[in-house]
DNA sequence: ATCGCCTCCTGCGCGC
DNA sequence: TGCGCGCAGGAGGCGA
């Protein structure tokens, strides 16, 4: 399930492979993801190249003088590298053609992905224009965190997975950032202190940041098809680890569903 | 305005 | 050993 870590190593994997670089022809192999892939991309794309390569959110925008891809991974989609004369593996839904010889295909089991076209400014599409803060960005800090929770109900939890506060914390991370910050994932978002709230939001920033750095390492496996892009070895604390001692105190890790999600934390040093 | 539930899809794990 | 069932999960959309 890519989470921020996984979409920016992607990008940064990907990038140097694509910038710069003419489409010669694209693949539509799926119609539909999560939404229709429209077809008119077969007229917008070929003949095109690469502006540059973005990530918004778990968005990876990858941008034409004319217009912008928004591509999304869901929690199943990865994106690679490879020579045209690659099978197609089965849930290689669509790619990139480019005249240097290369592709960059999409491969997606859960079709929970998307492949979307912006005309104008993909900030002002209808999918990016009420996205909330990047997390690494300097304006989410506790201050933020903490004015933007004043009289919600909602859990911490999934206040920090809404993106209207904030972006590109997903399920794992919130459950991790929880536990290192010593708060319930269930306790109002409204009746979190601003001091707890400073510190929830340096162990976001802290744990995206090591994770991102340690995607680097797997970066040389964007080219071909060497393993799962963006994977790395992760030090996960709670998330899977219910009825498993906690690192810190030894009680025992406790699972619970929360706005449909697995939620994972420490009775003990959660409050 | 907020919140919570539903939905999409398929691989996988579990139970028998 | 093989089969079938049910669940997980990102995030938009909708109903309350």
Avoid at 122 to 133: F, N, R, Y
Wanted: charged share 25%; proline share 6%.
């Amino acid at each position: 399930m890519p989470e921020l870590p996984e979409v920016e190593t992607t990008k940064r994997g990907i990038e140097p492979h694509i910038v710069k670089r003419k489409v010669s022809a694209i693949h539509i192999r799926t119609p539909k993801l999560r939404w229709p892939i429209p077809r008119a991309l077969k007229n917008h794309l070929p003949g095109n190249a690469i502006t540059s390569v973005r990530r918004r959110a778990k968005y990876i925008l990858i941008g034409f003088e004319h217009g912008t891809l928004i591509t999304h991974l869901g929690m199943s989609g990865s994106m690679r590298i490879c020579t045209p004369d690659r099978t197609w593996r089965k849930h290689d839904h669509f790619a990139l053609e480019f005249s240097h010889g290369k592709q960059l295909r999409l491969h997606d089991p859960r079709k929970f992905g998307s492949v979307l076209w912006s005309k104008g400014d993909p900030e002002k599409h209808k999918l990016l224009a009420k996205l909330g803060p990047e997390p690494l960005h300097e304006e989410f800090d506790g201050d933020y965190l903490y004015r933007a929770s004043r009289g919600r109900k909602a859990s911490i939890k999934q206040h920090i997975m809404n993106h209207h506060i904030v972006v590109g914390v997903g399920n794992i991370y919130a459950s991790e950032a929880l536990f290192l910050s010593a708060i319930h994932p269930k306790r109002a978002a409204g009746r979190v202190s601003r001091q707890r709230m400073h510190t929830l939001a340096d162990n976001i920033k802290i744990i995206l940041r090591r994770s991102i750095e340690q995607g680097g390492t797997t970066l040389n496996d964007f080219l071909n098809e060497n393993g799962e892009p963006g994977y790395f070895a992760q030090q996960l604390n709670v998330y899977g680890r219910a009825a498993e001692k906690c690192v810190s105190c030894k009680s025992v890790i406790k699972s619970i569903i929360l706005g449909q999600r697995s939620t994972f934390y420490c009775p003990n040093c959660q409050r």
